[in-house]
Structures are given as structure tokens and as C-alpha cells.
């Protein structure tokens, strides 16, 4: 059984970097031709993809948040994670992880073959 699972502080200040893990479970992350991704959703800007590590360790980013967005993986404790700096209030949202077969830049369910519960994080001062 496939399971993804993210964790991180549910707080984070403005201007500071917000940090996520996503620790994967059932499958390797290194399984051709995955990618692992990392979408978030709000309220007010509906749900958003931000980037994905493929299963060759290759970035993708969503254009709009690249200058802020850092994805990558640790193979041994089959993990990835999302780094992103700077943040305001606006990045308030729930943040998912999910994995899609090949990278799909896209956020509709049907693109997605599992999906973490998502976490709620918060900017706030």
C-alpha cells in the first residue's frame, strides 16, 4: 500500500523560509517514471502546483514560484521536500504531496496516482 505523509511546522513567520517533508511509503521514489510533487491550495487562489522531483532526481517548477521554490529527495530515507523562502501571508494554504506518473505541471485529480493528507501551514507573525 502507497502512502505519502507530510510533515512540518503548521507556523511559519513572514519572511522566513517555510520547510515540508514528504516521506513515501510502498513504492521507492526512484520508481520509473514517477515524479513527486508538491501542490498546495487556499481559499482565495484555488489549488496550485509548485513543482516535482521526477524519479531521476530532475527539479521541475512551477514558473510563478521559482525564484522562491526548492525541491529535492533523499533517497535513503525515501523522502523528498519543499523549500520555499520568503513567505507571506498569501502562501497560507494546504500543502500537498503527491506523485504522478511522469510530470504533469498540472492540478487536476486525475493526473495524481496518490496523494498525502495534506498539511495546513499558516503564515503569521
Known amino acids: 500500500q502507497v502512502q505519502l505523509q507530510e510533515s512540518g511546522p503548521g507556523l511559519v513567520k513572514p519572511s522566513q523560509m517555510l520547510s515540508l517533508t514528504c516521506t513515501v511509503s510502498?513504492?521507492?521514489?526512484?520508481?520509473?517514471?514517477?515524479?513527486w510533487n508538491w501542490i498546495r491550495q487556499s481559499p482565495g487562489k484555488g489549488r496550485e502546483w509548485m513543482g516535482a522531483i521526477a524519479y531521476d532526481g530532475s527539479p521541475y517548477y512551477n514558473p510563478a514560484l521559482r525564484s522562491r521554490t526548492s525541491i529535492y529527495r533523499d533517497t535513503s530515507k525515501n523522502q523528498f521536500f519543499l523549500q520555499l523562502t520568503s513567505v507571506t501571508p498569501e502562501d497560507t494554504a494546504v500543502y500537498y504531496c503527491?506523485?504522478?506518473?511522469?510530470?504533469?505541471?498540472?492540478?487536476?485529480?486525475?493526473?495524481?496516482?496518490?496523494w498525502g493528507q495534506g498539511t495546513q501551514v499558516t503564515v503569521s507573525s
Open positions: 510502498g513504492v521507492t521514489i526512484t520508481t520509473d517514471y514517477y515524479a
Open positions: 503527491a506523485t504522478s506518473d511522469g510530470v504533469v505541471f498540472g492540478e487536476d485529480d486525475d493526473e495524481y496516482v496518490y
